[in-house]
């Protein structure tokens, strides 16, 4: 199964480029880590710490904003799995970059590494930012029997999402999409689920900052 990821993965060629100035503070990247054998390879995942701003609890891929510092999105998101979870980029063997995704509930550009990894590497999670750090076996992800979807609500409607549990963790939203797609693309997985459109997505955060403007107004007068 890793050998032919890995071999499908070359239509995916490494790049290594900046954000431009305008992109900058809405940029960021992330590393998916492979290891294993080649029969049942794993991937890399962490549960964001609970007391974070954004997205706490979440699972997600290691991974963070653009620094100023960072020669390029690669470097973001090397830089970033070494601080939150130990991961040195000269372990790492960057083979690929998947395509450019969007989070649905935040304006921001990610750019989703791959990388091959030790088995044995012995990694420890940084408290400040991760709450949990584990590894998921990709066949997991590949029977569409396993997926399920729930509501999330909001004071402008709600919204449909596919999630997968995993050992109590809920893998879902951008995470689950980078992944699904990476195994449509290199093993023909034939994994198609159902999310919201962006066009719903938009109508509802305008909503919001429409609903939020005019009780600032309000409270104004």
Not at 123 to 132: M, R
Request: glycine content about 6%.
């Amino acid at each position: 199964m890793l050998e032919t990821i890995k071999n499908r993965l070359k239509n995916f060629p490494l790049q290594r480029h900046q954000p431009s100035p305008q992109e900058r503070g809405s940029t960021a990247a992330v590393l998916v880590a492979l290891h294993g054998d080649n029969e049942d390879p794993q991937v890399i995942l962490t549960q964001r710490a609970f007391h974070l701003n954004n997205h706490a609890g979440e699972v997600a891929f290691p991974g963070g904003m653009w620094d100023e510092t960072d020669t390029d999105l690669l470097h973001t998101a090397l830089r970033e799995a070494h601080e939150e979870i130990g991961l040195l980029p000269s372990l790492v063997e960057s083979i690929a970059t998947l395509p450019v995704a969007t989070p649905k509930r935040r304006s921001l550009n990610v750019t989703p590494f791959v990388g091959l990894v030790d088995s044995s590497l012995d990694l420890v999670a940084d408290p400040g930012e991760i709450g949990a750090l584990f590894d998921v076996p990709l066949r997991h992800f590949m029977n569409i029997d396993d997926y399920d979807y729930f509501e999330m609500k909001t004071e402008q409607g709600a919204l449909s999402f596919p999630f997968l549990s995993y050992n109590g963790y809920k893998i879902w939203g951008f995470t689950l999409k980078v992944l699904t797609d990476m195994l449509n693309a290199t093993l023909d997985a034939n994994i198609h689920l159902n999310y919201p459109s962006h066009e719903r997505i938009e109508e509802m955060r305008q909503r919001a900052e429409l609903e939020k403007a005019t009780e600032l107004k309000q409270r104004e007068q």
